[in-house]
């Protein structure tokens, strides 16, 4: 039902939109567009004025809803940081919709700049929004019961229901502060959970929050003619207008809002004033604020990335940039807005006539037609710009070169000129960002972004359609060509744009499919000669046949993942040629889309951050992965304790020995009973995903480190290879019961030894989990909670015995990271991960080296056993 609602919010977002419109047409069809832009000069400058202030007291009292947020969850942060994650935060989500969804993905991304959790943002954010519903409640009830709306004569509304709505309302935000007063207990309802406040905290949000939406519904209050209309009636019927606009989905509720004003204004005034005032109101109060939050947003970026250039030096300075996609991606949409609106109305007649003078008319009507047509383009392209498509940056820079032109010669538009000449500038500056040889057709669209396509194809002709209502239709009307023609031109503009609209939507539809994922044999065959030539150890682990394997087009590469839930979780980078891992990162992203999943990869390296940022994704240092130089080692390399350990084993008569891949099927039977005694013993079971588990068809493809006494095998691991001869490692390690465990030391020992001997670089010692964690600006509270597992997880997990043990070896330590979406989900995806990869943390050398549990360990304190 969920996955229904969600393909069906779209089409919700469309039918009301598509309703509002229709009705502010026949609302306005007797009135003309140069009546509402007259209307626009009407309004007292003073009142504009007073409207501005009120704007800014508005998301000033907003940030407090923040404030008491972090109140709530028990956490402090500096006042101007707090008006800072507000605003911005409400300014977008009021623009943009969807409140929770884009208002605390935006406030995410800047309070895990200041270390706060994803956990904490959600917490944030949802008490938040839980504080503006009880100030809606509040005003809400107080307005409808003692100040009920006068709505108009069609509308037929028992009077009495607005007031037993009203006290509803009420009766809710009572119940809320006798709750905050009595009530201690923590209620739980599925995976969700809630503490009601303390009285003071639940005071404090029913008045912040009643104060700003008087506030709010002052700022347009003020721009209407005084004396008709009492405040608190106005106050009602602007709650309802706000309310059908949130569940419209239409961002902003744009139209949603303006028809139900609209519905109850035109009572008191004109509907021609009516519009123009909601025109400067939503100016006001939507997109001058958005406008001062890119600001502020953009003063936030630089201050991280400031701080990144200090702390990760010039590494982070090359992920300033990864926000330039999303920036020219959402103007040029914005650009193909203003030439579709801009191609919908009338020209301005002194510029015509100027105009006729040097252009000729046929230049004219097809600069128009095209000028409309580049704008339909720009909005389809603006997706493919987002993905970073070579293909589509090129497209664009011509397409705004020609939008300039056309611009000029249809109308001597030199505004909007000017602004796609910008636009232009700051494309072609940023030409190294838009480096994908992909197809332009070879990512689909999000339905969200589609809606707002199809939004702005129908907004434009709607424009035409009321700017020309009174031009009686004809046929002949398509073929009219003269200078005062504007009608016939936005007809055969806006057919052009749509039919673009339909063959760009079909060639979608008919796209080649995308690469299968599987793990059938022949691409497991496939998957072996791409892992023979990896530098990486951990790609064997495609091996198990517990993964799906998506390949790249050229079937050089691939990567390896899991499904848990709504997560796709990817284990390590991509497997093959770095030039195409950043492709197949995208085409994996571009997979997770369509099936309305979240990427997550696990265990990654720092080679390609940057390329999982590009997709939006937040990162997280989970650990470090130790690398022990096999051409300076030797049997005196480790620590006195580990070379005592293998030296006693071998004068014990324990023996090493290698059995190439292949040739311990005859021994499998014994093998298995080795790993299953030493399961039992360590009461542990097989994982899989990160580690390693016995499997006779996975272990075939790999040597196996045998280990004798007396002619009798007590243990074994395979040894897992990279290829090119960089790095080797233990996967399965498995001894009898009565093997002492300084049989660890000893095959480890061996191991490293067999690998220098044959040429290998580095023998992997796998992840210190939640160890070298650097206190840089990404993650500061991410490493108070690392830090608080890592000291004080030692009694359950023995994360300092594993770092521990692996620094008798001496490694190079490199650090590992989680890389998932951030936002509201993010406690889900974790949760997600937690239930694939416990077995990685529960045994806390993810696998490559198994030795004995805390426990056992604690036994051994005086001995030098792992």
């Known amino acids: 039902m969920k996955k229904i609602l969600k393909k069906l919010t779209p089409f919700i977002s469309i039918i009301f939109f598509g309703f509002a419109l229709w009705y502010l047409d026949q609302e306005l069809r007797h009135y003309q567009i140069s009546e509402i832009t007259a209307q626009l000069s009407e309004i007292p400058n003073l009142y504009i004025l007073i409207s501005l202030f009120l704007s800014f007291l508005s998301y000033v009292i907003l940030t407090g809803y923040d404030a008491l947020g972090l109140e709530y969850i028990g956490e402090r942060l500096e006042a101007g940081k707090i008006i800072r994650a507000g605003y911005v935060g409400y300014a977008f989500s009021h623009n943009m919709g969807m409140a929770l969804l884009t208002g605390g993905s935006i406030r995410y991304r800047i309070y895990s700049a200041w270390g706060f959790s994803g956990m904490q943002v959600t917490q944030i954010v949802g008490f938040s929004a839980f504080t503006l519903w009880i100030g809606f409640c509040a005003v809400g009830g107080l307005a409808l019961l003692f100040a009920t709306p006068e709505m108009p004569g069609e509308v037929v509304i028992p009077y009495l229901s607005f007031r037993v709505l009203g006290i509803l309302l009420l009766m809710m935000v009572v119940g809320y502060v006798w709750a905050s007063a009595k009530v201690r207990k923590e209620l739980t309802y599925n995976d969700w959970s809630f503490t009601f406040p303390n009285l003071k905290l639940a005071v404090k949000q029913v008045a912040i929050a009643s104060v700003d939406w008087l506030m709010a519904a002052a700022v347009l209050y003020v721009l209407l003619p005084g004396g008709e209309i009492s405040f608190f009636s106005f106050v009602g019927i602007f709650l309802l207008a706000q309310i059908a606009g949130l569940f419209s989905q239409v961002p902003g509720g744009l139209g949603v809002f303006e028809s139900v004003m609209l519905l109850y204004l035109s009572n008191f005034m004109p509907a021609s004033q009516v519009l123009g005032i909601l025109v400067v109101y939503r100016i006001i109060y939507y997109i001058l604020p958005l406008l001062v939050a890119l600001i502020v947003l953009g003063y936030q970026e630089y201050q991280v990335n400031r701080e990144a250039v200090q702390q990760l030096g010039e590494k982070a300075t090359d992920w300033v940039p990864r926000v330039v996609p999303h920036v020219l991606s959402f103007s040029v949409f914005i650009g193909g807005a203003i030439l579709l609106f801009s191609g919908a109305l009338p020209s301005e007649v002194p510029r015509m006539q100027w105009l006729q003078h040097a252009i000729p008319l046929p230049v004219i009507e097809m600069s128009h037609f095209f000028a409309s047509l580049v704008g339909a383009a720009l909005l389809v392209l603006a997706g493919a710009l987002q993905r970073r498509v070579d293909a589509a940056y090129h497209l664009t820079v011509g397409l705004l070169v020609f939008g300039i032109l056309f611009s000029l010669l249809k109308g001597a538009d030199y505004e909007e000129a000017s602004i796609l000449a910008v636009m232009l500038t700051a494309l072609i500056s940023c030409r190294k960002e838009f480096h994908r040889k992909t197809s332009l057709f070879s990512g689909r669209y999000s339905a969200q972004w589609l809606t707002l396509i199809f939004m702005v194809l129908i907004s434009a002709a709607w424009l035409g359609a009321f700017a020309y209502q009174h031009v009686e239709y004809q046929s002949d009307l398509w073929w009219e060509f003269t200078l005062t023609g504007d009608a016939p031109r936005y007809l055969r503009a806006m057919v052009a744009a749509f039919g673009f609209a339909v063959i760009i939507g079909l060639i979608k539809l008919l796209r080649p499919n995308r690469p299968d994922i599987s793990v059938a044999g022949n691409k497991i065959d496939r998957a072996k000669e791409i892992i023979a030539e990896s530098d990486r150890v951990l790609s064997n682990l495609a091996l198990l046949g517990d993964k799906e394997l998506l390949f790249s087009e050229s079937r050089r590469s691939f990567v390896m993942f899991r499904r848990e839930g709504r997560s796709w979780i990817v284990l390590g980078d991509p497997v093959g040629p770095p030039e195409e891992a950043e492709e197949l990162i995208w085409q994996f992203y571009e997979h997770c889309s369509e099936s309305q999943a979240k990427p997550v990869f696990y265990q990654v390296g720092s080679n390609y951050l940057e390329y999982y940022m590009d997709l939006g994704l937040t990162f997280f240092n989970i650990g470090e992965e130790g690398r022990v130089d096999l051409t300076s080692f030797d049997e005196t390399s480790p620590d006195p304790a580990v070379r005592d350990n293998h030296r006693q084993m071998a004068e014990a008569g324990y023996q090493w020995e290698l059995l190439p891949p292949g040739q311990a099927s005859a021994m499998m039977s014994t093998l298995r009973r080795i790993s299953d005694e030493n399961m039992k013993n360590r009461k542990?079971?097989?994982?899989?995903?990160?580690?390693?588990?016995?499997?006779?068809?996975?272990?075939?493809?790999?040597?196996?480190?045998?280990?004798?006494?007396?002619?009798?095998?007590?243990?074994?691991?395979?040894?897992?290879?990279?290829?090119?001869?960089?790095?080797?490692?233990?996967?399965?390690?498995?001894?009898?019961?009565?093997?002492?465990?300084?049989?660890?030391?000893?095959?480890?020992?061996?191991?490293?030894?067999?690998?220098?001997?044959?040429?290998?670089?580095?023998?992997?010692?796998?992840?210190?989990?939640?160890?070298?964690?650097?206190?840089?600006?990404?993650?500061?509270?991410?490493?108070?909670?690392?830090?608080?597992?890592?000291?004080?997880?030692?009694?359950?997990?023995?994360?300092?015995?594993?770092?521990?043990?692996?620094?008798?070896?001496?490694?190079?330590?490199?650090?590992?990271?989680?890389?998932?979406?951030?936002?509201?989900?993010?406690?889900?995806?974790?949760?997600?991960?937690?239930?694939?990869?416990?077995?990685?943390?529960?045994?806390?050398?993810?696998?490559?080296?198994?030795?004995?549990?805390?426990?056992?360990?604690?036994?051994?304190?005086?001995?030098?056993?792992p």
């Open 684 to 865: 542990r079971r097989e994982n899989g995903f990160a580690v390693g588990h016995f499997n006779e068809q996975y272990l075939e493809n790999f040597p196996i480190a045998l280990v004798r006494k007396g002619g009798r095998p007590v243990a074994f691991s395979n040894i897992l290879r990279s290829g090119r001869q960089e790095e080797i490692s233990t996967d399965l390690l498995r001894y009898r019961s009565q093997v002492p465990h300084r049989i660890i030391d000893f095959m480890m020992v061996e191991a490293m030894v067999w690998g220098r001997k044959q040429g290998y670089q580095w023998f992997n010692l796998g992840m210190a989990p939640f160890s070298g964690r650097d206190e840089h600006f990404f993650s500061s509270r991410w490493n108070t909670v690392a830090n608080f597992v890592y000291t004080y997880g030692e009694n359950l997990y023995g994360y300092r015995t594993v770092r521990a043990y692996k620094e008798k070896f001496h490694p190079e330590w490199r650090p590992n990271y989680l890389v998932c979406p951030a936002g509201l989900g993010m406690p889900r995806t974790l949760s997600n991960l937690a239930r694939l990869v416990s077995g990685g943390f529960s045994n806390p050398l993810s696998g490559k080296i198994e030795g004995p549990s805390l426990k056992e360990k604690q036994r051994q304190e005086g001995t030098s056993g």
